[in-house]
């Protein structure tokens, strides 16, 4: 995507309600997702989200956060770059958590069909993890498709009239419990190519499955109960 797209982005100051003390907050909209745009605040490079029962820690290695509004679609990329507020070259955003977390649902943004805001091809993200390297690939304004578990849905769509949002959604998106995900171009170069922004991300505990000498101990416990039931 050309920086002929950034005309189309609202300033944060532009933003009703958006100007705090210092750093501008990204958003006054409420947003239900465990981590959304609103926790990396524009001109920052790190944020720390807890969750009471995992913790969050984002980082911006190359730059700072930029909160973006394209169309009325909010993510959050990179400040500067080939495209200020969004993802680009060798630009990223990366989440780690301190404890494996099963990830629900990933929603990206500015995300577009080639022809819109002069981009060549249709754009892709890619997503590192420690379980490996994952790809939403657009293959359309409102389809997309994604290389890992779950099914990728348009939100808005991926044309100059939309925010080119989509959503990542299943039990879990990847193959197991992450400690880390990246989030990277799709094709770095040229930079302009393939960027976007984050919007928001959901996750779950991995679920606590019972140790086998624990199990068999329950089930002795519950027989020797029916046990004693049956000779009183």
Known sequence: MSQTRTTFAVAIAAVSGLIATG?????????SHAINFSHLPSLQSSAQVDLGWVNADITAPIST??????????????????????????????????????????????LYAEGNFGDVLH???????DLGAFHLQVTSPTTAAWSGPGVATNLSIGTEQGGGLWEVAGFSIFPGAV???????????????????????DLRAVPIVPAPATAALGALGLGGLAARRRRA
């Open 179 to 201: 400690n880390y995900l990246e989030l990277v171009s799709g094709n770095p170069g040229p930079a302009y190519l393939s960027d976007y922004g984050f919007h928001s991300m």
């Open 65 to 110: 956060f930029q909160f973006k509004n394209v169309n009325g679609t909010y993510g959050v990329g990179i400040g500067g770059g080939a495209v200020h507020g969004e993802i680009s070259g060798n630009e990223s955003i990366r989440f780690d958590f301190s404890a494996p977390v099963l990830v629900t649902s990933l929603s990206l943004a500015h």
């Open 23 to 31: 750093a501008a907050a990204n958003s006054v909209i409420p947003d």
């Open 123 to 129: 754009e892709s993200a890619t997503v590192l993890t």
